[in-house]
């Protein structure tokens, strides 16, 4: 009976474990999406009381004002932070990018929710407006880092989805190669002069794409580094555009790739 | 009954018109026109040039007309499987290649949940 429940438990650990690798950046989504929805209503409070404030200046409304200000502030912080737990996440889940570059990722990414955390731990010490004003100044000075490891680890994610569809397309074609060098003695000379020429045509694409490839990492480490917002989007922009050129160029290697898969079928 | 065919009644009074008898056309004489024949004739010569006219124009409409486009044989090359084709590997390399176009073509280089989001940092209290 004991046996029997130790392997109901090891089937269950088992199912957990075979879940699919998305399911915990679903999860991520889900959880920012909420967050989301609570910022927007405690940033129409805020922006109420605050109208109130200003337009009354009495006791009362300043008192309304620092609580909704200091709950808003608060929120922020979980917005963002639930947001980089997100990257985290799709970081950690990510098939194309090297471990080396996913842990440098992750610790920009983890070095940015510790900055948030003790912003949201000292939203309660806050006394006044002008101590809320000073605190949220903090997070102004800090944004144009915070956003350019959001964009840049971002931007890494796309690359990364191209790049392990690459390595999909460079282990096929190693394959493929294998396969002709294999049966090269049994095929006719004009059948190897045929596959032949569409090697040489996939070598030489696939140096073009890598050349993309490396466009796209070369805008995405600007990225991270931009000292302003707008210099950060202006690279994202360019990376996203490399990323469309990647992605076509792989196409067409993939149609090549079936297109030797098709020569090799036939003696001729 | 038999009388009234074998005599025919006549009285004084009617006179029997003069009837010339019917295919006997060189007694006419004088009364038959002498270009009538020409005139037939020519008819006959027009309309045969009509006719003629009009199977040239056919014959001529046919041969310009475009030809309707007849769909070529194609001719089937029996082509010669190769050694590698019935190679297990192969076949496994050409269904990986086929899914991994499949992926490639939906791959989304775009993601909208990597938005992140947008704040309104200065509090603006200070007017």
């Known amino acids: 009976m004991r046996k029997m429940f130790a392997f109901l438990i090891f089937l269950t650990l088992s199912a957990l474990l075979a879940l699919p690798v998305g399911a915990s950046s679903q999860q991520a989504y889900q959880d920012y999406l909420y967050q989301f929805d609570v910022y927007r209503s405690v940033f129409s409070d805020f922006q109420t009381a605050r109208g109130e404030y200003l337009k009354f200046q009495t006791l009362t409304s300043q008192t309304t004002a620092l609580t909704k200000t200091k709950t808003m502030l608060v929120q922020r912080a979980m917005l963002v932070r639930t947001y980089l737990l997100l990257l985290t996440e799709r970081l950690n889940e990510n098939q194309g990018l090297t471990p080396d570059e996913q842990n440098r990722y992750l610790s920009l990414v983890t070095s940015e929710i510790n900055f948030l955390d003790r912003q949201k731990t000292a939203v309660p010490a806050i006394a006044s407006l002008d101590g809320a004003a000073a605190h949220s100044k903090e ?7 915070l956003y350019a490891t959001m964009r840049g680890a971002a931007s890494e994610l796309l690359r990364g989805a ?31 002069t045929t596959v032949d020429r569409w090697i040489v045509v996939i070598t030489n694409k696939r140096e073009i794409l890598a050349q993309t490839l490396e466009d796209v990492r070369g805008a995405n480490q600007k990225v991270f580094k931009a000292p302003s917002a707008d210099e950060a989007d202006r690279w994202v922009a360019d990376s996203a555009k490399a990323i469309i050129t990647a992605k076509q160029q792989l196409l067409e290697l993939t149609a090549n790739l079936t297109e030797l898969i098709a020569s090799m079928r036939y003696q001729d | 009954m038999e009388e009234q065919l074998q005599t025919p009644v006549q009285t004084p009074d009617q006179t029997v018109p003069q009837v010339p008898p019917a295919g006997l056309p060189a007694q006419a004489g004088n009364k038959f026109p002498v ?22 124009m056919q014959t001529l409409s046919r041969t310009s007309a475009p030809a309707a486009p007849t769909p070529a044989p194609i001719p089937t090359i029996a082509r010669q499987l190769s050694a590698v084709a019935t190679d297990s590997a192969f076949l496994l390399l050409e ?13 989304s280089i775009q993601d909208s949940t990597l938005t992140p989001p947008t704040l309104d940092l200065p509090l603006g209290f200070q007017q």
């Open chain 1, 139 to 145: 997070l102004e000075t800090h944004y144009p880092a």
């Open chain 1, 162 to 192: 191209v790049v392990a569809q690459v390595s999909d397309f460079d282990r096929l074609f190693g394959d493929a190669k294998t396969l002709i060098d294999r049966h090269r003695p049994s095929g006719s000379p004009e059948g190897q």
């Open chain 2, 35 to 56: 270009w009538l024949p020409f005139a037939v004739g020519l008819i006959a010569l027009i309309l045969g040039a009509i006719v003629a006219a009009n199977q040239i």
């Open chain 2, 95 to 107: 269904s990986s290649v086929s899914t991994l176009s499949g992926r490639v073509s939906a791959l």
